[in-house]
């Protein structure tokens, strides 16, 4: 009796043990849900014409258009606005890859981050260092351009579809 006794405390020391493995593993989860919730994304068109901000997830959460955007022939500005969302959305989700990567990947054996890269150039059809080349830098947490009272009459004179002329 005392042998299946000291086979159940051995059992039960490795299971304890178990349980302390993943308490490690899932330390950071909650820091790291915390990082997501904060992550931004900003990338701005090669012409700063556009800049468009995603969160975690590839969630749009600005676009902002300079006085000069909208000049362009309305298919160029959609454009621009397209392939700048685009290389917005695809660099905060490689953001959110690298923290999920940094939280958790070691302990499961995964790169998220590669599984990302691997997946945006399949999709898009280019590497992603091309896709990141063809517009400005990506900015790390940016802060809001506050709306001047000027930009408001900007855009309240002129079309967004290229009229040279101001409305009156």
């Not at 012409?47 to 909208?70: E, F, N």
């Amino acid at each position: 009796m005392s042998a299946d006794l000291e086979r159940l405390a051995a059992e039960f020391e490795k299971f304890q043990a178990k349980i302390k493995q993943a308490e490690v593993k899932f330390a950071g989860v909650g820091e790291m849900q915390e990082r997501l919730g904060q992550l931004e994304a900003s990338v701005t068109s090669r012409d700063r014409t556009v800049t468009v901000t995603a969160a975690a997830g590839g969630t749009v959460t600005g676009i902002q258009l300079s006085p000069d955007a909208v000049r362009q022939p309305a298919p160029a500005l959609a454009a621009t606005i397209m392939s700048t969302l685009n290389a917005a959305v695809a660099e905060a989700v490689r953001r959110q890859a690298g923290i999920v990567d940094e939280t958790v990947g070691a302990a499961f054996g995964l790169s998220a981050t590669e599984q990302v890269r691997q997946a945006q150039e399949q999709n898009l059809g280019t590497a992603v260092e091309e896709l990141t080349s063809h517009h400005g830098k990506a900015q790390a947490q940016p802060k809001a351009r506050p709306v001047k009272r000027d930009d408001d009459e900007y855009f309240g004179e002129y079309s967004v579809y290229g009229d040279e002329e101001p409305r009156h």
